[in-house]
Nanobody, 125 residues
Framework: QVQLVESGGGLVQAGGSLRLSCAAS????????MGWFRQAPGKERDFVAA????????YYADSVKGRFTISRDNGKNTVYLQMNSLKAEDTAVYYC??????????????????WGQGTQVTVSS
């Protein structure tokens, strides 16, 4: 059974930083691409960032490019999202997700088979 457990969310002032972590278990972590999504109140879930199985390729939503960095440590079965220069509009529940075996898209939620429970990020202006 695959489990994804996020941590690191919290309340931060605009301009500040947070680092989210997502610990995975249940299948060989290094075989799968990973992604981060977010959902603000009353809005649809949006793609944030993704990283390939070996960390060699990353992909970002335009809204976070240059501010957020996704990375992974396959030895620790963990994916990270470093968030800098946070803005009020980054406030959301952040979810990590593990891709299906053969993905055809980075930013579609349907390409991800397993999801964490989410962690709240609140940015005060």
């Amino acid at each position: 059974q695959v489990q994804l457990v996020e941590s690191g969310g919290g309340l931060v002032q605009a301009g500040g930083s947070l680092r989210l972590s997502c610990a995975a278990s249940g299948r060989t972590f290094s075989n799968y691409n990973m992604g981060w999504f977010r959902q603000a109140p009353g809005k649809e879930r949006d793609f944030v960032a993704a990283i390939s199985w070996n960390g060699g390729t990353t992909y970002y939503a335009d809204s976070v490019k240059g501010r957020f960095t996704i990375s992974r440590d396959n030895g620790k079965n963990t994916v990270y999202l470093q968030m800098n220069s946070l803005k009020a509009e980054d406030t959301a529940v952040y979810y990590c997700a593990q891709g299906v075996r053969y993905m055809t898209s980075w930013n579609r939620g349907t390409e991800y088979a397993y999801w964490g429970q989410g962690t709240q990020v609140t940015v005060s202006s």
